[in-house]
């Protein structure tokens, strides 16, 4: 699976912003997708995850103002972002694995087998 992520961006604070993960070289099917960010001089942490089942996982930092989806038949999974904060700022990842995840594993970044590029977001204050 490849993974091109793309939508990130320069924003004020309390904008919005939309990424986008394609992927290509197989189908999503019975994949678990997540994003992750890392933000300079921190580690990668998760954001969102959509299991294949439908479930949707969030970081307490990002409840209620991003939303992940995902549209199977373009291969393609989308991190909505709003109200976003300067403290967003940072390389945002999208990753994709098979799994299955225990418990709290979709969390971890070494629990995934694909990734992306990443995609800079940028929120000025």
């Known amino acids: 699976v490849q993974l091109v992520e793309s939508g990130g961006g320069l924003v004020q604070a309390g904008g919005s912003l939309r990424l986008s993960c394609a992927g290509s070289g197989r189908t999503f099917i019975g994949y678990f997708m997540g994003w992750f960010r890392q933000a300079p001089g921190k580690e990668r942490e998760f954001v969102a995850g959509?299991?294949?089942?439908?479930?949707?996982y969030y970081a307490d930092s990002v409840k209620g103002r991003f939303t992940i989806s995902r549209d199977n038949a373009k291969n393609t999974v989308y991190l909505q972002m709003n109200s976003l904060k300067p403290e967003d700022t940072a390389v945002y990842y999208c990753a994709a694995d098979l799994g299955p995840f225990h418990g709290l594993e979709y969390r971890w970044d070494s629990e995934y087998d694909y990734w992306g590029q990443g995609t800079q977001v940028t929120v000025s204050s």
């Open positions: 959509f299991s294949w089942r439908g479930s949707t």
